[in-house]
């Protein structure tokens, strides 16, 4: 059975264009059905300009949008025809198996809460993004990016927990390695936070805690999932996705120019493609929305189409590799009592 997803088109600062030429990509090369959801005729609109005769994509009219903003709660029950809410409804009403947006994070969140609930015996949400490492061919998911500036240790020890389901499921590792991100190696490190974690993850017999990860061991590939809270570790994603774009920039200058860049460049060009795929953010993705009892990707808001088609490609992985069942499943006989 295809994989369906549905796309939030009018959420995101390149919101319907890129938002649309991503999921025409994505519907033409990934083999999943593609439901764009927003204003029926701004969205034909921007059919028009990828050869709509040969595209098969599916329209759901939704009216408004939760602008940046706006508090996602109030705007949400404001406006319940807005594109995410009524992307997230399908998913409810099992119309889709899963929700892109590259709208406001916290209207996805609270779209994605207030439809779908939550998890037993997860209390709070977690966005988890996959980063790249210096390991050729091995990635690691850290969570929280954003969704929790506010933790308290249990949430951390169940992020370790849905981050290493997911780093076992989907990105094929057998034995997920977790780290507690913080300054320093010791137990004793960090702030109360930290050490109450600490103190939780080593005692967990669920996952296989390795201790404390320095900043400088985040991409070293020593760790499979480093979980911290969300204030921490959106400025961590942030200041990665600089990084990355410092180092295509540089790589572009660098080359030598004329003829001999040219030849070089000719030559090089396999190469030059790998090292954009390993350090550019944009060919990773959004990140998933842990918590929730359905695929929600939350893609950047400066999102072009590039990272919508990774950001598809994401979701179809997580339906595929059924990892939010294997959550609940996980979680449900882990804690059978928790309140849903």
């Given at each position: 059975m295809r994989v369906k997803i549905a796309i939030d088109a009018m959420g995101g600062d390149n919101a319907p264009t890129e938002i649309i030429a991503g999921a025409v990509k994505a519907s033409q090369e990934l083999d999943v059905d593609v439901i764009l959801v927003g204003d029926t005729q701004q969205i034909k609109s921007c059919l028009q300009q990828h050869h709509p005769e040969s595209i098969n994509l599916e329209i759901v009219d939704a009216q408004g949008v939760v602008d940046m903003d706006e508090k996602p709660l109030t705007a949400l029950r404001r406006k319940p025809t807005a594109s995410i809410n009524v992307a997230m409804g399908l998913v409810k009403q099992g119309l889709a198996d899963g929700v892109v947006s590259a709208g406001h994070s916290g209207a996805a969140m609270a779209a994605g809460f207030l439809q779908l609930g939550r998890i037993r015996g997860i209390d709070r949400p977690a966005i988890g993004t996959v980063f790249p490492t210096i390991r050729r061919d091995k990635s690691?998911?850290?969570?929280?990016?954003?969704?929790n500036v506010?933790?308290?240790?249990?949430?951390?020890?169940?992020?370790?927990?849905?981050?290493?389901?997911?780093?076992?499921?989907?990105?094929?590792?057998?034995?997920?390695?977790?780290?507690?991100?913080?300054?320093?190696?010791?137990?004793n490190k960090g702030n109360d936070l930290a050490i109450k974690t600490y103190q939780l993850l080593e005692h967990n017999q669920q996952i296989s805690f390795r201790g404390n990860a320095e900043g400088r061991d985040v991409l070293s590939g020593e760790f499979d999932v480093i979980i911290c809270d969300g204030f921490i570790g959106n400025i961590l994603l942030k200041f990665a996705e600089a990084i990355g774009e410092v180092m295509l920039q540089i790589l572009k200058e660098e080359l030598p120019k004329g003829i001999q860049g040219k030849l070089g460049t000719a030559l090089l060009k396999s190469n030059l493609?790998?090292?954009?795929?390993?350090?550019?953010?944009?060919?990773?993705?959004?990140?998933?929305?842990f918590g929730v009892p359905g695929v929600c990707i939350i893609s950047h808001g400066s999102s072009k189409a590039p990272s919508i088609f990774s950001a598809i490609r994401n979701g179809k992985q997580a339906i595929e590799?059924?990892?939010?069942?294997?959550?609940?499943?996980?979680?449900?006989?882990?804690h059978p009592h928790s309140e849903q």
């Open positions: 690691v998911i850290i969570l929280d990016v954003g969704a506010d933790c308290r240790p249990k949430y951390l020890e169940q992020y370790a927990i849905m981050g290493s389901l997911y780093s076992q499921y989907v990105l094929g590792i057998e034995n997920p390695q977790v780290g507690l991100l913080n300054m320093g190696e010791e137990a493609r790998n090292i954009k795929q390993r350090i550019d953010h944009a060919e990773h993705g959004g990140a998933l929305l590799n059924q990892v939010i069942a294997k959550m609940k499943g996980y979680m449900e006989q882990t």
